[in-house]
């Protein structure tokens, strides 16, 4: 059973270009949580959502950051017009149902860098 | 506001010795969850423990284990017979009962030395 995805691995942009970022859940997983990690700083929450809904975005930058979890495909994170401060890495994770009752399986992480 | 604050941002210990990490965190709910994740050079995020706080008992994983003390706001790691691969980033991290999204601290860098 494959584990949390995320891609790319590693992501470089010029200031002003989008990053997209990719998440697919853990098999059966149709809870998606996005964190973002600063350097030398603990995960700080982003958003969280289920299927085709955004539950819960309070963590989310009000503008240039969007995320979505369609109905089929990956969930996606999009930053528009990236600045240097966006440089940092971006982890998804999943759960089988609502937390936390249920464990947050967290991917690899995407780490994104602005130049 | 619920915060996780980690005192600790280094630590050094020889293998085989015991080291405890500590953590402290502040809510005002009664029943909520607490956890350490290890963060090694690979950068991936593993669930290491976890308490819910309405129990007494301390949480055991091998040889990694907690001294939850709720009164005090306190949730330290104990990991004993320490090894080369328990160095990494240990974060502590809280969620509350009905909660969706994990707080963590600003966590703490373990070395185990040879």
């Known amino acids: 059973n494959a584990g949390v995805m995320q891609n790319p691995r590693h992501l470089v942009r010029r200031r002003g270009q989008e990053a997209r970022l990719r998440c697919s859940p853990m098999k059966g997983h149709s809870h998606v949580y996005w964190y973002r990690q600063l350097p030398e700083e603990g995960l700080k929450f982003m958003v969280y959502?289920?299927?085709?809904?955004?539950?819960?975005e309070s963590g989310m930058p009000k503008e240039r950051f969007s995320a979505e979890f369609p109905k089929e495909g990956p969930s996606i994170l999009r930053i528009q017009q990236v600045v240097r401060g966006d440089s940092a890495a971006y982890f998804c994770?999943?759960?089988?149902?609502?937390?936390?009752?249920?464990?947050?399986?967290f991917g690899p992480g995407t780490r994104l860098l602005v130049l | 506001a619920q915060t996780v604050t980690q005192s600790q941002p280094e630590m050094s210990v020889q293998e085989a010795e015991t080291v405890t990490l500590s953590c402290t965190y502040d809510?005002?709910?009664?029943?909520?969850?607490l956890f350490w994740y290890k963060q090694p050079p690979s950068r991936q995020m593993i669930l290491v423990i976890r308490?819910?706080?309405?129990?007494?008992q301390n949480a055991t994983e091998n040889r990694f284990s907690v001294n939850f003390q709720k009164a005090a706001k306190s949730f330290s790691l104990k990991i004993s017979d320490s090894q080369l691969g328990d160095t990494a980033m240990y974060f502590c991290a809280f969620m509350s009962l009905g909660g969706d999204k994990i707080i963590f601290g600003k966590g703490t860098r373990l070395h185990i030395l040879p």
């Open positions: 959502l289920q299927k085709e809904n955004i539950i819960d």
């Open positions: 308490q819910e706080a309405y129990k007494q």
């Open positions: 809510t005002s709910e009664s029943n909520y969850y």
């Open positions: 994770a999943s759960s089988l149902y609502t937390s936390p009752q249920e464990t947050q399986y």
